[in-house]
């Protein structure tokens, strides 16, 4: 729609200053009436009002201790890929061609399982594929049948190089036994002829004796003999032939001595040549005695040397038979123990695959981590699900040093976990730790590690959980939550509904309380409805509560100024009219063990 003209003149023909002057009352009146909403409507808004949730009174077992909070921990265990499929020999190249590469390793084709994943013993947890499965099959019984022939082969020269061991051992043997003859029998030659040359030397040495006394006597037989043959020699030479028959005697005895002379000195000079042959004959002798003692010395170290050798190698026979043996067996061991391993590593792939590739969870738990995906190949060993179990739970929470010597390992404890209000779980204390968490803090604390037991499917890592180490129990007493108790002037009440369907405030004694629920001595009945009374200050507070009773089992009503449910003649307010203390937010929410503040069990 259009303007008419003279309207927008008119409003053309505004100042500055009328313009200012209207934005500034716009700005008033805004202020005006959010002055009027927070002076007028909002505390109506904002007003407190009490909200009452029917609660019924129960019998059973109270227990009463020391409440300590901590988180859900898991013990995490793993299944493992642990498989050696390396089948080379150490002094093989260990180069593999792609070919060898792909054959040696696993191939997965599909995992059924995901993290945070709850699963049961024998559930699918991955399949591998037909292929590879084949293939890495295949690769170790050959390997299987190799070991198998070389150990054969390996047995097979066992045997032989130990005959041939034993034969060496026996030679050795009889060699050292023969040594001992050779050593008493190789000198006896020598010594013979040693022994011949000093008896051929002392029969010499004895003649010469002899010698030197025939020779004294033919040098004595020819001196004697040359005189003669000298003066019969003269004499003759002067001799004359006149007188024949002088002549013919004195010629004769010429002739005579000098026949006895020739005899003499020949006899002389045979002695001188006998005794010089005999000094010479003792010389050679000495001679060749000399040589038959020093070859003699020198055959009976080398005997000596060759039978002490033959004496140490039949000794050491033994050791190195011994040696022999050894090597023999550590090379048959070692094609065994070859053959062992590839036999092992077949059967632990077969385990491990199993008839139909698929891989089944050996327990129940819970998936923490999945390490691999479809596709991939197992190239190196380590976890392929990380999972925990229920005996796997744990809970540390800390413990003050005055409540720390209450408790001792194996003490049974009560769990409940804020995600399961309603649920109870039990427990025991597994370890105290007998260090404190700090030596700096006001409050000395130790920590307590507390085992979770029961149906834990539905519980998580990290959960947070309040821990009751339980000091005190009593059983069959009626109990209601600790929220319901008002103290008034030195006294206990309740809330508690009529038949009529009014409230009534209605005195009652304690017993003992674990700041949860309260133990009722007297004053109620098990099956009577009463109150929890909690305060509320927003409307909207109000509708969500109301909300929430209409679509619960117990019921709320809320109580204002303006909005009061109609509260009953008998119903009476302690203290002219106001809610009394010890509602929500009224009672201890720390640790706990004794009754409330007012009752018989509290003071």
């Not at 006899?267 to 050679?284: C, F, G, K, P, V």
Request: charged share 25%.
């Amino acid at each position: 729609m259009k303007l008419k003209r003279p309207h927008f003149e008119k409003l053309k023909s505004l100042t500055k200053k009328q313009k200012k002057l209207i934005l500034a009352g716009i700005a008033l009146l805004l202020l005006i009436l959010a002055a009027c909403y927070t002076v007028f409507i909002a505390p109506l808004l904002q007003k407190e009002q009490w909200i009452y949730k029917e609660e019924t009174v129960e019998r059973g077992t109270l227990k009463v201790g020391v409440t300590e909070s901590g988180s859900l921990e898991y013990n995490t265990k793993s299944i493992d890929y642990d498989l050696t499929l390396d089948v080379s020999d150490d002094d093989e190249d260990d180069s593999d061609d792609d070919d060898d590469t792909v054959q040696k390793y696993l191939k997965i084709e599909e995992i059924y399982a995901a993290s945070g994943q709850r699963v049961t013993e024998g559930e699918e947890l991955l399949k591998f594929t037909e292929d590879s499965v084949e293939a890495v099959r295949a690769l170790l019984q050959n390997a299987v049948v190799e070991a198998q022939a070389d150990y054969a082969e390996a047995e097979s020269t066992y045997e032989l190089s130990l005959l041939e061991a034993q034969t060496d051992y026996d030679t050795q043997k009889i060699s050292a036994s023969y040594a001992a003859s050779i050593r008493n029998t190789s000198g006896t030659s020598v010594t013979n002829k040693v022994a011949s040359l000093q008896v051929q030397l002392e029969q010499k040495q004895a003649n010469a004796a002899s010698l030197q006394e025939k020779l004294t006597e033919a040098q004595e037989d020819y001196q004697d003999a040359l005189e003669t043959y000298e003066a019969a020699k003269e004499g003759y030479e002067g001799a004359g032939t006149d007188n024949t028959a002088n002549f013919m005697t004195i010629q004769n005895g010429y002739l005579s001595a000098r026949s006895k002379y020739q005899q003499a000195k020949s006899a002389l000079t045979q002695a001188e040549d006998a005794l010089s042959e005999n000094e010479s004959a003792i010389t050679d002798l000495q001679n060749q005695l000399a040589a038959a003692q020093a070859k003699q010395k020198i055959d009976k170290l080398d005997t000596e040397e060759t039978y002490q050798e033959a004496v140490i190698t039949g000794q050491n026979a033994q050791t190195t038979y011994n040696a022999a043996v050894e090597d023999l067996k550590e090379t048959l061991q070692e094609a065994e123990e070859t053959k062992e391993k590839r036999e092992e590593q077949l059967q632990a792939f077969e385990d491990f695959v199993g008839s139909d590739g698929i891989l089944y969870a050996t327990e129940d738990g819970v998936i923490t981590e999945v390490s691999y995906e479809a596709g991939d190949r197992l190239t190196t060993t380590g976890a392929l699900f990380s999972y925990a179990t229920s005996d796997d739970m744990r809970i540390s929470v800390d413990v003050t040093q005055e409540d720390i010597v209450d408790l001792q390992v194996g003490d049974a404890v009560d769990i409940t976990f804020t995600a399961y209000p309603e649920d109870s779980y039990t427990g025991s204390i597994l370890s105290i730790n007998t260090t404190a968490t700090s030596d700096y803090s006001n409050t000395v604390s130790y920590t307590v590690e507390i085992s979770v037991e029961g149906e834990l499917e539905q519980l998580y890592g990290g959960m947070t959980a309040d821990v009751i180490f339980v000091t005190e129990e009593k059983e069959d007493v009626l109990y209601v939550s600790r929220k319901a108790i008002v103290e008034e002037n030195g006294k206990t009440y309740v809330y508690r509904k009529t038949a009529l369907g009014g409230r009534e405030l209605a005195e009652v004694e304690t017993g003992i309380t674990n700041g949860v629920d309260i133990e009722i001595l007297s004053g109620l009945e098990e099956g009577d409805t009463i109150y929890l009374a909690s305060k509320v200050s927003s409307e909207a507070e109000v509708k969500s509560t109301e909300e929430t009773a209409d679509s619960g089992s117990s019921s709320d009503t809320a109580v204002g100024s303006d909005t009061e449910f109609g509260m009953s003649e008998d119903m009476q307010m302690p203290g002219g009219g106001d809610m009394p203390q010890g509602g929500p937010g009224g009672g201890d929410s720390g640790s706990f063990g004794g009754g409330m503040p007012g009752g018989p069990g509290g003071q």
